[in-house]
Nanobody
Framework: HVQLVESGGGSVQAGGPLRLSCVASGSTVGPSCMGWYRQAPGNEREGVASKYSSTGSTYIACSFKGRVTISYDNKYTVYLQLNNVQVEDAATYYC??????????????????WGQGTQVTVFS
């Protein structure tokens, strides 16, 4: 069973960067794919970016291209940097992992492990 722990949330000044970290544990094999999602109150969960461990491939959702970087140290970690943070970026950010995916995906139902989420507020 994979456990995911996110860190790096909190209050961020508008215009500044946000950096989030996620570490997976509990699996000797490691997740095949890890991703970042966010959900603001009243909104659906939104995929931000994902990485596929075996190839190192990454994918950033269209609405975030140019502002988001996804990176990792190994198959157990994934980092998200969101630049030029706006008030609309306030949300709970979730790390997700899959032991089943054989390629990049941001379809929530294909992830079988989720972190508790880290809340991000934005002040101007």
């Amino acid at each position: 069973h994979v456990q995911l722990v996110e860190s790096g949330g909190g209050s961020v000044q508008a215009g500044g960067p946000l950096r989030l970290s996620c570490v997976a544990s509990g699996s000797t094999v490691g997740p095949s794919c890890m991703g970042w999602y966010r959900q603001a109150p009243g909104n659906e969960r939104e995929g931000v970016a994902s990485k596929y461990s075996s190839t190192g491939s990454t994918y950033i959702a269209c609405s975030f291209k140019g502002r988001v970087t996804i990176s990792y140290d190994n198959k157990y970690t994934v980092y998200l940097q969101l630049n030029n943070v706006q008030v609309e970026d306030a949300a709970t950010y979730y790390c997700a992992a899959s032991s089943r995916l054989t390629g990049l995906s941001l379809t929530p139902g294909k992830y079988n492990y989720w972190g508790q989420g880290t809340q991000v507020t934005v002040f101007s």
